[in-house]
């Protein structure tokens, strides 16, 4: 049973930064795409972010690139997401999510894209707000 719980959302002004943590627990791959979602209010939810464990390679959405980075702890049972130079349109509810396929064999240590469809569990969301 695949749990995501997020941590350290919350309210910060414009300009500021924002540190979010989300454990995994119940992982049976030790490859597999990982990441973060936001939606807004009235707005459909984006992908914000990804990390493909089995290579480390990352991708971020135009809208964040460059002010948001997204690091793992060496046990990959921690995603964190650091935010900075936060911006109103930033605001919104912070999910993390994992895909549901694992990966094994040789193959899975190159790079891989993850693809918003891949990502199946989620967590219960954590609150941004900038003003």
């Known amino acids: 049973h695949v749990q995501l719980v997020e941590s350290g959302g919350g309210s910060v002004q414009a300009g500021g930064s924002l540190g979010l943590s989300c454990a995994a627990s119940g992982y049976t791959y030790s490859r597999f795409c990982m990441g973060w979602f936001r939606q807004a209010p009235g707005k459909e939810r984006e992908m914000v972010a990804y990390?493909?464990?089995?290579?480390?390679?990352?991708e971020y959405a135009d809208s964040v690139k460059d002010r948001f980075t997204l690091s793992q702890d060496n046990a990959k049972d921690r995603l964190y997401l650091q935010m900075n130079s936060l911006t109103s349109e930033d605001t919104g509810m912070y999910y993390c999510?994992?895909?549901?396929?694992?990966?094994?064999?040789?193959?899975?240590?190159?790079?891989?894209?993850?693809?918003?469809?891949?990502?199946?569990?989620w967590g219960q969301g954590t609150q941004v707000t900038v003003s």
């Open positions: 999510a994992a895909g549901l396929v694992g990966y094994s064999g040789p193959h899975s240590h190159a790079p891989k894209r993850c693809f918003p469809e891949e990502f199946g569990y």
């Open positions: 990390i493909y464990t089995g290579a480390g390679n990352t």
